[in-house]
């Protein structure tokens, strides 16, 4: 064994992890040990069927809830549809905001606990849902600005195309919504 005298790591250097991605185990430990301990605190309070009636109405309360928003959007969707093949102008198209919203506060109540359940239920008031929407649209608006090139952000900016020999030519997507400004082509046969 021949040793040149340069030190060489014995481990590859490892990336540093970004603070949230971090702290997220942690503060799912402390939500579920405070989700325990608040259904003991009620569970001494009253007794074991009161707990498992309020984990059991909040089963059925959440499934109701996501079901009608699923249904509210579905029924936007066809909606929508219906208004595009017809030619009715966007702006009297349903306002569909809020379903998505409305699910997950939905799945919170569902989740077995009390502070799921009121953080699902705050979350179905309308000005919450459009304080978490604005807050929601700004961030990713945020990021997908702050995107370099070669990053998922960057994706929907720029669209590549992969050519037989295997090179990648970046383009750009050019959509022509009037059929009267469409180039003319010449046809495929002669």
Known sequence: MT????????????????????????????WLVLEVWLLTLVAGASNGLV???????GIALGSVIIKRAGRRAFRSLQETLRQQQGGTPP???????GNGLMMLGGLLVMIPGLLSDAAGLLLLLPPVQKAVSRYAERTFERRLRAAGPGTLGDAFR???????????VPGEVVRHDDPTDQPQRPPLTR
Do not use: C, I, W, Y
């Open 91 to 97: 702006a009297a198209r349903p306002n569909s905001e």
């Open 51 to 57: 707990v498992f009636l309020v984990l059991l109405a």
């Open 158 to 168: 720029q669209a590549r195309m992969h050519r037989p020999d295997g090179k990648v």
């Open 3 to 30: 040793t040149t005298g340069a030190h060489t790591p014995s481990q590859p250097a490892r990336t540093r992890r970004s603070r949230p991605r971090t702290l997220l185990p942690l503060g799912v430990a402390a």
